[in-house]
């Protein structure tokens, strides 16, 4: 129920925010990346807060996705929707053949596969000059029209990312409340018990897997088109660090978490430039306190501090309110 | 329940974040900037906005710009392009600024490109590619010397030597990767035959293997494309394999550092450089020297060994206030018309004469030839 409260709330504040504020620039621009980032979070929390699978290389998905629709469009003209199927289809083919033996491995072996795998595809981003562009990038890419509607303008970009983070929202939420939402979930709890429940642990993983790779091209070809320009360092190594943080920080386990902990972590920088030389360290200092505070994620955190207090003002003497519920 | 308060609270902080980007107004000429201040191409962006404050500050203690102070609005990429991209979109809708001078490297002056094209702003680069500027994009322009004339300047350097075949090693950097295309494209209009291309990672620490392959060829020269420390070990390289051959550097490795790092080994390698590395050198009738002389005293007094990148930023800033100067305001289309016909200007890169058809304007003769000897550069021509 409060499942569905929240996200009927967080579609409200996504249609108002535009309302309230057509042109300015924190919701037309820092709040699109912001929704780009969501998506790439709520899918990566699937595979890491939900399924208990570390990946440092989720970026690549969202590079495979974004060259595919940039090369595609440019260099082969392409319409942009086939090319985006396409780098979803590559995309979720890659992420299948990798499942089955990355996934065997566990704890800091997985982390180490999946990080080579992003450095992997970032070397052939910037090796392979011919096709991608190099390390230059490749610009000029045409942008997305629905039925004549062209997405030109970036509050019309607003409408197009907020929707596409709402679908996936809604799509994550269903999943984890599913059957195989539960499968998730009792992996994480114990793999060898899961498997006595008569889950098929194996396919669990990679469906997942592939299920976080093909959001996460969606996401990179959507940033494609709406920057018009992608290069190697869009995707690198440290942009999956990034997403695993936001994942994070807003609270494993939890979809709201995800999102919360991609607009928190992408507005902050864009908040603390007024800091200059300071920027870095004071964004440093934020992170390093609200984990040192809020270890559970901020968002999960807070929400058990509201439920703590909420708790006290009923409960009985001497019931421990960090009770798990 | 508890869903709904944390959701409030989210929306408080957004909140917060729209508070704090209300513009505010002032009677100034703002001047943008996005660089590479920190990160792996900081040596691009530290010095361009040491420039830019600098010069900025003495403008405004002379009275400003048509009876205006400027004011420079800048962010740091960390040459990231798509930081670029946000911080772009900033410049022009939240800052409103009237012009661009920046954007370090051409990957992240790429990716501005469509921006400031879309919203009409003039846009000077301080990159290096040549494709910023072709073809011709109505608003961008650049300053510094492009790629694909330091190899044309190799190029007739060579042939005054009587050399043709050229083998080439090359960074896999943006900068080596694209001096090695311009490289290959142009060889065969100077009548050069490139009879090796062989490259290297940017973190390798040893070119020997490369150079072998080189040595096995009937080459006459070697030229190196490449930024950082990699230049540096190939010409170690060269000089401990006994290659006797004649070593050609890019203007990437056009600083003092180069030399230190080569050492003994470093002598007698050619590069194509601006005029600022040898400004004491330059004969007194040379039209740059007083320019260069001025600039490079002004900022070693301040900040330290000069370089040309920050002469780069010192080339945009003065050609953007030269313009609107011209223009008498601060309106974008005068302003970008006035760039175009900027005529005569000398700057640190060289004489700037920019056309229509033409958004750097600057010839070959903006560059040139240098060679190490006895730890310094000498003028060759």
Known sequence: MSQRKGFYLLTLLVVLLPLLFPDNYFVTVVAVSAGLNAILAVSLNLLMGYAGQISLGHAAFFGMGAYTSAILTTKFAWNPWPAMVAGMILTGTIAFFMARPVLKLKGHYLAMATLGFGIIINIILVQAVGLTGGPDGLGEIPTLSFFGWQVDTDLRWYIVIGSCMLLVVWLALNLINSRSGRALRALHGSEVAAEMMGIDTTATKTGVFVM??????????????????????????????????????????STYGAVFGAIVLTFLPELLVVFEDFEVMIFGAILMSMMIFLPQGMFVGMQNLLQRLTHRRSALPGEDPNEPA | MSIRKNITASMGALCLTLAAGLVQAGDTIKIGSFLAVTGPASFLGDPELKTLQMYVQEINAKGGVNGKQLELIHYDTSGKAKEAVNFTKRLVKKDRVDLIVGGSTSGTTMAAIPIVEKNRIPFISLAGSVKIIDPVKKWVFKVPHTDRMAAAKIFADMKKRGLTKLALISGDG????????????????????IVADESYGKKDTDMTAQLTKIRDTDAQAILNFGFGAGPAIVTKNVHHLGIKLPLYQSHGVASKKYIALAGVAAEGVRLPAAALLVADKLADGEKQKPVLISYKSAFEAKHGAVSTFGGHAYDGLMIAVEALKRAGSADKAKVRDEIEKTQGFIGTGGVFNITAKDHLGLGLDAFKMLEIKGGDWVVVE
């Open chain 1, 212 to 253: 976080a790779a093909l959001i996460a091209s969606l996401a990179g070809s959507l940033f494609a088109h709406q920057q018009s320009f992608v290069s190697p360092d869009s995707c690198d190594f440290f942009f999956s660090i990034e997403l695993v943080t936001m994942v994070v920080l807003g609270g494993m386990a």
């Open chain 2, 174 to 193: 943006g900068f080596g990767k694209s001096g090695r295309a311009q490289t290959m494209e142009l060889a065969p209009t100077h009548g050069i035959k």
